[in-house]
Nanobody, 122 residues
């Protein structure tokens, strides 16, 4: 499986962006796809995840209520709609796939996209 993240850019605080993660290869209903981010000088952190089949979702507290993760099975693509962006959301955002489990730990994810930069100006 190969993952291609896109959609990053520069936005003012309070604005919105939508990230996409296109997957090549078969994704099974049991697979989990997630978003992580890494801010300058910080460790990578979990943002949100979605189960490919059932569509169950889970969010980090820092983005709950502002970000929405969703998918389009027909397009093999996952999205992250980010609203009310804050300067502290500035980071490189990565998408990843976990073949089993339901985890926020990046070590459990088997495949990673290349990252897309989101910059939120104040």
């Amino acid at each position: 499986v190969q993952l291609q993240a896109s959609g990053g850019g520069l936005v003012q605080a309070g604005g919105s962006l939508r990230l996409s993660c296109a997957a090549s290869g078969r994704i099974f209903s049991s697979h989990i796809m997630g978003w992580f981010r890494q801010a300058p000088g910080k460790e990578r952190e979990f943002v949100a995840r979605i189960r490919w089949g059932a569509g169950s979702t889970y969010y980090a507290d820092s983005v709950k209520g502002r970000f929405t993760i969703f998918k389009d099975n027909a397009k093999n693509t996952m999205y992250l709609q980010m609203n009310n962006l804050k300067p502290e959301d500035t980071a490189v955002y990565y998408c990843a796939l976990d073949r089993a489990g339901w985890s926020s730990e990046e070590s459990n994810y088997d495949y990673w996209g290349q990252g897309t930069l989101v910059t939120v100006s104040s």
